[in-house]
């Protein structure tokens, strides 16, 4: 499995931002420092209070907003799933990124959630992966 940490200024606004996208909390896993946003079988995003990532990390937590310093990226089905996730994304108080990217076997777009971590969400036509 693989699990992505991101730190967030309020966690209820957070996962309310998250669940808008459609994706679930699973509560087991979640307290009042952190939510476990389930995105698939294999991958979960934690996300922490300030407070609680700080104890995660050495120095200082980074504000996201002010520069990400990573890209997030979900695959979609499609370029019109590309487009539905971003709407919602938007709807629930993302801002988006430059303009769509299309390729021959390639389209996405991109949205920074509330706290600025960056997302990417990309239909690769012909996805390979290398064994």
């Known amino acids: ?13 957070a996962r309310a931002f998250y669940e808008a996208l459609g994706f679930r909390i699973e509560e087991t896993s979640s307290d009042e420092g952190e939510a476990a946003v389930v ?11 300030r407070e609680r990532f700080a104890a995660l990390v050495p120095g200082g937590v980074g504000d996201p907003a002010q520069g990400p310093t990573a890209v997030h990226c979900l695959t979609a089905d499609s370029p019109a799933a590309v487009d539905e996730l971003v709407g919602r994304a938007v709807d629930a108080g993302a801002r988006t990124g430059p303009s769509a990217q299309e390729e021959d076997v390639r389209y996405s777009r991109t949205f920074t959630d509330p706290d600025g971590n960056a997302w990417e969400v990309a239909w690769i036509g012909q996805l390979h992966v290398v064994d």
């Open 1 to 13: 499995m693989l699990f992505v940490k991101l730190p967030v200024r309020d966690l209820a606004a």
């Open 39 to 49: 995105l698939g079988d294999e991958i979960v995003v934690a996300l922490h209070t």
